[in-house]
């Protein structure tokens, strides 16, 4: 609880980066979950999405066909988000 607010902060930070990224849909966390929609003209599918950013050290949680869920923790630090906006950004 002490440090919830640090990984709040880095949601937004995570969101605010991945917003930038052309065929992505961040909505604003109020949380330290950052949820996102990847637009129809990606021609990823939802498995080649979740494998390639696995492939980075990225893990997602797919919550519908194209919609994600990404949870920021005490595990992940800025390097941590840092490296899944830039996995996003080469994938996409």
Not at 35 to 50: A, G, H, K, N, Y
Not at 69 to 74: N, T
Request: hydrophobic fraction near 45%.
């Amino acid at each position: 609880v002490v440090r919830l607010a640090e990984d709040h902060a880095r949601a937004a930070h995570l969101a605010e980066g991945l917003a930038k990224i052309p065929g992505l849909r961040v909505d604003k966390p109020s949380t330290n979950m950052v949820f996102l929609e990847v637009d129809q003209s990606v021609p990823l599918t939802d498995q080649s999405l979740t494998e390639r950013l696995r492939e980075r050290g990225v893990w997602v949680l797919t919550v519908a066909p194209r919609h994600y869920r990404l949870v920021v923790h005490y595990w992940i630090d800025d390097a941590g988000v840092e490296q899944t906006i830039t996995a996003f950004k080469e994938i996409l």
